[in-house]
């Protein structure tokens, strides 16, 4: 479960994130303002909107790699909006657009696996025992491309799509509750991006995960999730689910936003990219 509870996130027009402490009196600008979002247990939410609307800063708020300003951010019964990025990962999986970002390149799947599989602080110095490997294996077996005989082989060998399976497959190894997953199709030729996706939804099922899913890919987010959440200029400016959801199509979502806008002539670009 995700509740974020007056959120408030800004950046100093410098660039850097406000935190707590003292960053000096620069202009701030306020991107998040007393933000409101629940996300039950189980529950995908495809999170949409216009460019800069907000959406990463809510994914990277929720991760603790920007710092609140004010609020509260709840995943399960703990409040851990003061909690450090790292203590987050515990419960926090993310996968970001760039395919090379989620793994080590220059290390061997397995090792790779082996890594991510182990919760807590990582040990570098881990024997990746016989029992462990074909545990792994296996796993990477169930992604069905054939990876599980290329174990040993560096992850800097393989395509962008096989590498962002593993990169999905290691953030659900290390057992979060939840899954943050930033654009992570869109970097794939189709194939590959439905590849990824099929593998989201199962992997979602599988380990109960609640999903935060950002997309400008409006067919995907309404196959793929149970709820639309979309945000403009920092703000939910539509919320659909259940039957409302499921009767609609990308053309309605694209009317959606136009409404929310307030304008007819907004562009559609601004949603689909
Ligand atoms: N580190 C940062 N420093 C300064 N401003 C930032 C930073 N991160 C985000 N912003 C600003 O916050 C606003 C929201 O950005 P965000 O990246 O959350 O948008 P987004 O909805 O993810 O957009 P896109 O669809 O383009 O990825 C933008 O105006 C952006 O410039
Ligand atoms: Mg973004």
Redesign the pocket.
Known sequence: MIRLENLRVG??QG???QGGSAQGAGEE?I?LNDFNLSVPKGQTVSLI??????????L?AIAGS?PILGGAIFLGERECGGDPEWMRALTVGRVRQNPLAGTAGEMTILDNLALASRKGPRRLRFAVTSRIARNLADKVADLGMGLENRLRENVSKLSGGQRQALTLLMAVLAEPSVLLL??HTAALDPANADLVSELTKRFVRQYSLTALV?T?DMGRALSEADRIVM?HA?EVVADVEGEEKDRMAVADLVALFRKARGSEYAEDRDLL?
């Open positions: 950046f100093s660039g850097g994130a600008r991107v909107g216009s460019n800069g609307a907000g959406k990463s800063t809510v990277n920007v930033d654009e950002v400008h945000m920092g990219r």
